[in-house]
């Protein structure tokens, strides 16, 4: 079966890190642009970071910018996002989504063809 399932988040103070992982199960990522998404309540949904299949074409969002890195790992068939000095504006559902197109577009902006189910960050003292 084709899936991807997300897991990492959790409650973490301003200021701290944490590392989203999604794993992939029915398809390998290699050949797939990945990409996290967020959404915060009352809020769209918007593209945090992507990046083609080959590594050449990356994308993220200037709030993000500087802090976040995405990540993959082609062995364990598993995408990260890695979150450092996270800001109470960071708070919300983060999902992984992955792309056979291979290419990514200006703010992950595109049809991706699998999506995890998402997972709840919340940044709070």
């Known amino acids: 079966q084709l899936a991807l399932v997300e897991s990492g988040g959790g409650l973490v103070q301003p200021g701290g890190s944490l590392r989203l992982s999604c794993a992939a199960s029915?398809?390998?990522?290699?050949?797939?642009?990945i990409g996290w998404f967020r959404q915060a309540a009352g809020k769209e949904r918007e593209g945090v970071s992507c990046i083609s299949s080959r590594n050449d074409r990356t994308f993220y969002a200037d709030s993000v910018k500087g802090r976040f890195t995405i990540s993959r790992d082609n062995v364990n068939n598993t995408m990260y996002l890695q979150m450092n000095n996270l800001k109470p504006e960071d708070t919300a559902v983060y999902y992984c989504a992955a792309d056979g197109w291979g290419t990514v577009q200006d703010r992950c902006v595109q049809i991706w063809d699998y999506w995890g189910r998402g997972t709840q960050v919340t940044v709070s003292s």
């Open positions: 029915g398809f390998t990522l290699d050949a797939y642009a």
